[in-house]
């Protein structure tokens, strides 16, 4: 079965550290990832797309790679912040099947003081 | 973000009630979608629309029927809910609908049935 899945366990760390989430596929062939961010009550909001040949992207603080042989994406956010604490969604499109977002559960971060 | 607004916030109905849920993007995009979010659940897609015209409908009962009537404005009208269709419904729109646009959220009704 096609199954996207992220952390379903809560990540906690330290101000200053680096989060790393994951978000594993099974049965898709992706044309695009995508991660967002979405606050309590909040809407999804965009951060970062990357599509299936490349293998790093970054903006500012924020770093995801892209593996199709693991069928991994890791999303990277260097030196947290308070600020950053959200659930982060992934979620992927497939070629020819338009603007059709196939999004994971979430991981909720929490950065600590 | 004010791109995408959403309303109402809030919605109580009961399970015999019509009601409509509005969506309206000011970013000059001509792809509209409306996802539903329940609490532990991925967001689902429901319906897709491209320069007005329905493209995607994800096996979503008869009792949700969607309206399009331009690119800035969407709709979700209900009736006759159950129970279990109690979520938040999001909004969203893109610049067309291709495999790698974005998509921008409004901040969703949180809609529950008695």
């Known amino acids: 079965s096609q199954k996207i899945e992220q952390n379903s366990e809560a990540l906690n760390i330290q101000e200053g550290k680096t989060a790393t989430l994951t978000c594993n596929y099974t049965?898709?062939?992706?044309?695009?990832l995508q991660w967002y961010r979405q606050d309590p009550g909040r809407g999804p909001v965009f951060l970062l797309l990357?599509?299936?040949?490349?293998k790093e992207k970054r903006k500012e603080r924020l770093k995801v790679t892209f593996d199709t042989t693991l069928k991994q994406s890791l999303f990277h956010i260097t030196a947290s912040q308070p600020a950053d604490s959200a659930t982060y969604l992934c979620?992927?499109?497939?070629?020819?099947?338009?603007?059709?977002?196939?999004f994971g559960q979430g991981t909720e971060l929490s950065v600590k003081p | 973000e004010t791109g995408v607004t959403q309303t109402p916030r809030h919605l109580v109905m009961g399970m015999t009630n019509k009601k409509s849920l509005k969506c309206e993007q000011h970013?000059?995009?001509?792809?509209m979608y409306w996802y539903k979010q329940s609490a532990k659940k991925p967001l689902e897609l429901m319906f897709v629309?491209?320069?007005?015209?329905?493209?995607e409908n994800n096996s979503v009962p008869s009792r949700f029927s969607p309206e399009c009537p331009n690119s800035s404005h969407l709709f979700l009208h209900l009736h006759t809910l159950q129970p279990e269709d109690s979520a938040l419904y999001l909004c969203?729109?893109?610049?067309?609908?291709?495999?790698?646009?974005?998509?921008?959220f409004g901040d969703g009704t949180r809609l529950s049935i008695l």
């Open positions: 049965n898709y062939s992706p044309a695009y």
């Open positions: 629309y491209n320069f007005k015209e329905q493209t």
């Open positions: 979620a992927l499109t497939i070629y020819n099947q338009g603007g059709k977002l196939i």
């Open positions: 970013l000059g995009h001509n792809a």
């Open positions: 969203a729109s893109s610049q067309d609908s291709r495999e790698d646009q974005p998509q921008h």
């Open positions: 990357i599509r299936e040949n490349e």
